[in-house]
């Protein structure tokens, strides 16, 4: 299995330096035909860095930890050397300068209440990285905008590079697992990764491959987008996250719906869509085998032992509770399941102390953790991110905010490396990409 996974690892990354040099060599001509801004080519290094970033995303979680520590360094050095206070203040004011201040509001009120009520330091580096995301894009969004096409590709290629990479260390395994191998946990235990991240990740790569497909004039390009579609729905339905899979139809039928001009196609869209989902849901063993789990949890709530019930609904009360006791300051930041231990040794919920349950929603962490301050924050952002979403009219940033809200509300996003970097990462990547200027039609 060793040699397995270093082949194909050393196989993705020669697929991503030749991206990345296909990138490099569009840009260099742009910059003779344009007369771009003569910082652009050093803004390759920056660009280069998000771009190996989205390529390794869906792979491993430490695997994300290299290239953003190069794009902090890379963001600090380039800011100071070619932007200056007066460039900033332009660039704020022009794009998003109340969601900066939002972002650096969080930042602080993190820090501060680390500092008073003695939160996890170690954590803060989490906290920074959807500020060190934002900045990285205001900087290359004017200078290399065509940029925005080529990390569209990086997180693409990544993520069906990922399936088979995941796939062959399952056959690997099969011995031992048989067909378990390939499904929800057992599937990323190689990895060490969580289902239900990966299926948002998925999810995501599932409205760029949508974007792309609905862009392109090339009749073998939309081929290619479609199997594409398929392939990551197939992915998502292996990684056996319930979540996931309400994110995928529902995103699927919001894109759908929106991109289909004549009544008939949209009508013929949703009648295969409703007809698809229903065989998936009844005939697919796996899957109806989890739905049918999750009805007799339901059913037998009170009859079964805490241990055997769903944990959201073990965990959510106790959470409620902590958070009644202590609703203005909290509890200090990542201190969640720290606190929360307490509640499960109270209860004896012994599989919430063994597999270390967080909150499993991120509202609910961020209360519990920072007060009402945590709350607070959450409603001002994402209400102003819907309503730039609304005033806009994009579809994309729509739906990529209708599946991050629905995953925080059923897990910590970001209490984890896995979860902070694709959330901030993509939701910086969507509220960017309308502005670049470069139009994508002809390179789609």
């Known amino acids: 299995m060793t040699l397995f996974i270093i082949l194909y690892l050393l196989l993705s990354g020669f697929v991503?330096?030749?991206?990345?040099?296909?990138?490099?060599?569009q840009n260099k001509n742009n910059n003779e035909r344009n007369e771009l801004d003569r910082t652009s080519t050093e803004a390759i290094l920056l660009t280069s860095s998000l771009g190996l970033l989205a390529f390794v995303?869906?792979?491993?979680?430490?695997?994300?930890?290299?290239?953003?520590?190069?794009?902090?360094?890379?963001?600090?050095w380039y800011s100071h050397k070619y932007v200056k206070l007066e460039e900033l203040k332009t660039m704020l004011s022009k794009y998003y300068k109340s969601y900066c201040i939002l972002l650096l509001a969080y930042f602080l009120i993190i820090f501060l209440h680390t500092v008073v009520f003695q939160g996890d330091y170690s954590k803060l580096s989490l906290a920074l990285l959807p500020v060190v995301y934002f900045f990285s894009?205001?900087?290359?969004?004017?200078r290399i905008p065509h940029a925005f096409h080529w990390l569209a590709q990086c997180f693409i290629t990544g993520s069906a590079l990922f399936i088979p990479f995941i796939l062959g260390v399952g056959i690997l395994r099969f011995n031992e697992l048989s067909w378990d191998s390939f499904f929800y946990?057992?599937?990323?235990?190689?990895?060490?990764?969580?289902?239900?991240?990966?299926?948002?990740y998925f999810n995501t790569a599932l409205i760029l491959t949508s974007y792309y497909l609905s862009k392109s004039e090339d009749y073998w390009k939309k081929i290619y987008y479609g199997i594409l579609l398929f392939v990551f729905i197939l992915m998502i339905?292996?990684?056996?996250?319930?979540?996931?899979?309400?994110?995928?139809?529902?995103?699927?039928?919001f894109l759908g719906f929106f991109k289909l001009s004549k009544v008939l196609y949209k009508l013929s869209f949703v009648f295969l869509l409703t007809i698809s989902l229903y065989l998936i849901f009844t005939q697919v063993p796996y899957i109806n085998k989890r739905i049918?789990?999750?009805?007799?949890?339901?059913?037998?709530?009170?009859?079964?032992?805490?241990?055997?019930?769903?944990?959201?609904?073990v965990?959510?009360?106790?959470?409620?509770?902590?958070?009644?006791?202590r609703p203005l300051k909290g509890y200090g930041f990542g201190r969640g399941?720290?606190?929360?231990?307490?509640?499960?040794?109270?209860?004896?919920?012994?599989?919430?102390?063994?597999?270390?349950?967080?909150?499993?929603?991120?509202?609910?962490?961020?209360?519990?953790?920072?007060?009402?301050?945590?709350?607070?924050?959450?409603?001002i952002t994402l209400s102003y991110l819907i309503a730039l979403a609304i005033k806009k009219r994009d579809p994309w940033l729509a739906s990529f905010l209708f599946i991050a809200i629905a995953y925080l509300s059923v897990e910590s996003l970001l209490e984890s490396q896995m979860g902070t970097v694709g959330f901030s990462f993509f939701l910086a990547y969507f509220l960017f990409n309308a502005l670049s200027k470069q139009s994508t039609s002809n390179k789609i």
Request: aromatic share 14%.
């Open 16 to 25: 991503f330096l030749k991206m990345a040099q296909n990138f490099y060599e």
């Open 57 to 76: 995303i869906p792979f491993y979680r430490v695997s994300t930890s290299i290239p953003t520590i190069i794009l902090s360094l890379l963001l600090l």
């Open 137 to 142: 894009f205001l900087l290359i969004v004017e």
């Open 185 to 200: 946990t057992h599937l990323l235990d190689p990895i060490q990764a969580n289902p239900i991240i990966h299926a948002f």
């Open 237 to 253: 339905i292996l990684l056996g996250s319930k979540i996931g899979y309400i994110a995928a139809f529902s995103s699927m039928f």
């Open 292 to 313: 049918l789990g999750f009805k007799w949890q339901i059913n037998q709530h009170e009859l079964i032992s805490l241990d055997h019930r769903l944990p959201r609904s």
């Open 315 to 325: 965990i959510w009360p106790e959470a409620v509770s902590l958070i009644k006791e």
């Open 337 to 379: 399941f720290e606190i929360l231990s307490t509640r499960y040794q109270a209860i004896g919920y012994t599989k919430g102390i063994e597999n270390r349950f967080n909150a499993h929603n991120q509202f609910l962490e961020s209360t519990l953790q920072l007060g009402i301050f945590g709350i607070l924050w959450w409603t």
